[in-house]
């Protein structure tokens, strides 16, 4: 099993709209084998492209295993991150079946593959306003904790904290939400602010929108906070005394 069949509770096609856009985004950070015509030839590489449903795709696989189980037999393959592979098959307007065969099998048409380029240049937004945190809204709650946690979890080691809270619209009640990154390195922010960003297009969107923000701010009661503290390392018990040894 690989982290992609871990995410197909169910098959990728039969999944919900949030499950299937958490697929993608774990395909887009996965590097995945991609069969080509002929070995590399230096930095080039020609994708071999399949008739498959009337359009034309290419394969991959997150394993080489896999994609030589597929053929029955080692082919020609590039290693790529799935982001990249989407980026060159929507300039050729081409599609992407992924593990055929297996848990996670996605046959990703064009289009998929244009939303996935778009929602993976998804750039944060800089907003210097003065705002007034709330408790975050119970709906955005329950859409996001789960797969931002997973996220984040990512992230362990590089941030100290994270907490998700509401800006208060004229009513008092939540108009939009903000992610709070707290002990960030300066000179990492902007790929962490990128990469929270890739992960929050790929989930429901939420009334106003979540923004990411360094800022040091202190979470209202009732924040969304994400426990980053490392897992406690597993301890072997130790090993019971033989019996005596008689002589």
Known sequence: MTALDDLAIVPFHDADAPQRARMLSRLADTEVAVALMR?????????????????RMAIACDGEDRLADFFGQAVAYAAMPGRVLAALLQADGAGLLVNPGHPSQMMLDAATLDWLTGALESAPQEDEARLRLVTPDAGTVNALAMPLGDRLADMRGL??????????????QPASHLLLISGAPADRQAAIAKALSEALAFLP?????????FAEAVAPIGALIFDLTPPEPVVAPPRPKGPPILR
């Open 39 to 55: 070995e590399p030839l230096r930095d080039q590489v020609e994708l071999k492209l399949f008739d498959l449903d009337g359009a």
């Open 159 to 172: 941030i100290a904290g994270a907490a998700l809270v509401g800006i208060a619209g004229d009513d008092g």
């Open 205 to 213: 969107p939420q009334p106003g929108g979540v923004d990411i923000s």
